[in-house]
């Protein structure tokens, strides 16, 4: 596709289900990033990708959190026992070269948890 | 927590106004991005500055990054309907941060 695609663009979960966001970077994008993004609030780095190496996992906020990127294209980010704290959009970015270059962002996921 | 800041917080102006934003980190950054993000929408890039007391131009828009790399500007000349948005700065330090954002409200 021409962009980032994630999928689904809304999720409701009830507290303590377990939920899986996916994101489809652009074809050859080598660097693949996750946020997480509250109301009113800028992008907080969650995690990221180099091709299929997880680099920084140090944004994720509990072991609840897990990301990964087997094949080095598309990504998951599961969130086991989801919290009421969880409740966020996740944005999902991807850039061609490493490290922290231009990146394209997805419209992101928008989690809601009940 | 995020560790780059911006302000103000919010801003509203009349249409043919001028706005800025700025962005303070509380480290070196070894480069500094810009991002505007629409209502309902996701953010989109702007402009990289990778240079201390660097000054780019796209068209009404300016950046500037300081001359420690510890802060950057970003000015719109002539506010337009359509600049509408939460602009972002993001730097990079150990790790990426987004500012906090600065919500702009154009009043036509």
């Known amino acids: 596709g021409a962009g980032v695609s994630q999928s689904p663009r809304y999720k409701v979960a009830k507290r303590g289900q377990d939920v899986a966001l996916r994101c489809d970077p652009i074809?050859?994008?080598?660097?693949l990033f996750w946020y997480q993004q509250a109301l009113g609030q800028g992008p907080e780095f969650l995690t990221y990708?180099?091709?299929?190496?997880?680099?920084?996992k140090s944004g994720l906020p509990s072991d609840r959190f897990f990301a990964e990127r087997p094949e080095g294209s598309v990504s998951t980010l599961k969130i086991q026992r989801t919290q009421q704290e969880d409740s966020a959009v996740y944005l999902c970015?991807?850039?061609?070269?490493?490290?922290?270059?231009?990146?394209?962002f997805g419209a992101g996921t928008r989690l809601s948890v009940l | 927590g995020q560790q780059v800041m911006q302000i103000p917080q919010y801003q509203h102006v009349q249409e043919g106004e001028d706005f800025t934003t700025y962005c303070n980190s509380s480290?070196?950054?070894?480069?500094i991005q810009w991002y505007k993000q629409r209502p309902g929408g996701h953010p989109v890039f702007l402009i990289q500055?990778?240079?201390?007391?660097e000054v780019k131009k796209q068209k009404r828009l300016t950046f500037q990054f300081g001359e420690a790399k510890k802060n950057s500007s970003l000015h719109i000349t002539a506010t337009q309907t359509t600049d509408v948005g939460t602009y972002f700065c993001?730097?990079?330090?150990?790790?990426?941060?987004f500012g906090t954002g600065t919500s702009l409200t154009v009043i036509p």
């Open positions: 993001a730097g990079q330090s150990n790790q990426f941060y």
């Open positions: 990708f180099q091709n299929e190496a997880q680099l920084d």
């Open positions: 480290t070196t950054l070894s480069n």
């Open positions: 500055l990778v240079k201390s007391g």
């Open positions: 970015a991807s850039s061609f070269s490493q490290g922290w270059n231009i990146q394209y």
């Open positions: 074809s050859g994008h080598v660097s």
